[in-house]
């Protein structure tokens, strides 16, 4: 198994990768635009981006990217943003995500950006990523109506408290709520 940084060489099995793994969320009529992205958008998204990989054997299995403040989709915190959180679905149930998770946790958000907290968001119709997401330590902090089919629920992690801690002594009237 090896975790690594997406570049555009892995632009092809990247987009196989989110479409294979949104497929199931589009069959339950929740579009992300992972699902559907063409290889213009794929590119755009790893040269705007960070994105992770999990390999194994040379196979790219798992992926997660995170959208940055300064980027051209910045999350609505102003903090790093998980986005295009995938899985390949023969790789599902292998606990494969939650490790991704917990490298890109340690080893670039806490170690390399010094990031207080994460956010993501995903669909509240979903039928299992609100469990996924609570069991990783996510805690719901707003909601928002982005598109026709689903509304959006905004998750936070506190990867380090004296740096929250900080980050709300200087943010005191950033509150986290529905974002219209």
């Given at each position: ?110 170690e390399q950006l010094k990031t207080p907290f994460v956010t993501l968001g995903t669909a509240a ?56």
């Amino acid at each position: 198994m090896l975790i690594r940084e997406i570049t555009t060489a892995d632009k092809s099995a990247y987009q196989a990768l989110v479409h294979n793994a949104y497929q199931s969320v589009l069959d339950l009529g929740i579009h992300f635009a992972a699902a559907t992205a063409d290889s213009n958008l794929i590119e755009t998204h790893i040269k705007t981006n960070l994105v992770y990989g999990l390999f194994i054997e040379h196979d790219l299995v798992c992926s997660l990217s995170l959208r940055l403040p300064w980027g051209n989709n910045p999350g609505p915190y102003g903090v790093p943003h998980i986005g295009w959180f995938a899985t390949d679905p023969a790789y599902k149930k292998q606990g494969l995500a939650t490790k991704l998770l917990n490298w890109v946790e340690k080893n670039i958000l806490l170690e390399q950006l010094k990031t207080p907290f994460v956010t993501l968001g995903t669909a509240a119709n979903h039928p299992w990523l609100t469990d996924f997401y609570t069991k990783q330590g996510f805690t719901e902090i707003g909601r928002a109506d982005l598109s026709d089919d689903h509304t959006t629920i905004y998750y936070r992690k506190v990867l380090n408290p004296e740096l929250f801690g900080l980050w709300q002594k200087y943010h005191p009237n950033k509150n986290f709520m529905t974002i219209n």
